[in-house]
Nanobody, 117 residues
Framework: QVQLVESGGGLVQAGGSLRLSCAASGSIFSITAMGWYRHAPGKQRELVATITNTGITNYATSVYGRFTVSRDVAKNTVRLQMTSLKPEDTAVYYC???????????WGQGTQVTVSS
């Protein structure tokens, strides 16, 4: 089992910045990738950014160039630095961890990010 604890998020004006963090504990040896998804009202949950154990990153087109995902392997933490935030970035952001053993997917409790115009 992997446990995830998220922090960060909040309310920010358009153009501002926020940083999200997610700390993993438990069966961390099984982690193959970490990242972030978001769920906005009336929309499906979507990928924001992920990073593999080898440092390969993947970003949603809508956040490319504005968000940066990073991983602190020693602290088993993944971070999402968000800059130039837009109102359309408003959503609940969820930390996600992929593992090579079942159940293969773990989710954090979610943290609200609200960007005011």
């Amino acid at each position: 089992q992997v446990q995830l604890v998220e922090s960060g998020g909040g309310l920010v004006q358009a153009g501002g910045s926020l940083r999200l963090s997610c700390a993993a504990s438990g069966s961390i040896f099984s982690i193959t990738a970490m990242g972030w998804y978001r769920h906005a009202p009336g929309k499906q949950r979507e990928l924001v950014a992920t990073i593999t154990n080898t440092g390969i990153t993947n970003y949603a087109t809508s956040v490319y160039g504005r968000f940066t995902v990073s991983r602190d392997v020693a602290k088993n933490t993944v971070r999402l630095q968000m800059t130039s935030l837009k109102p359309e970035d408003t959503a609940v952001y969820y930390c996600n961890v992929r593992t090579f053993i079942a159940p293969y997917d773990y989710w954090g409790q979610g943290t609200q990010v609200t960007v005011s115009s």
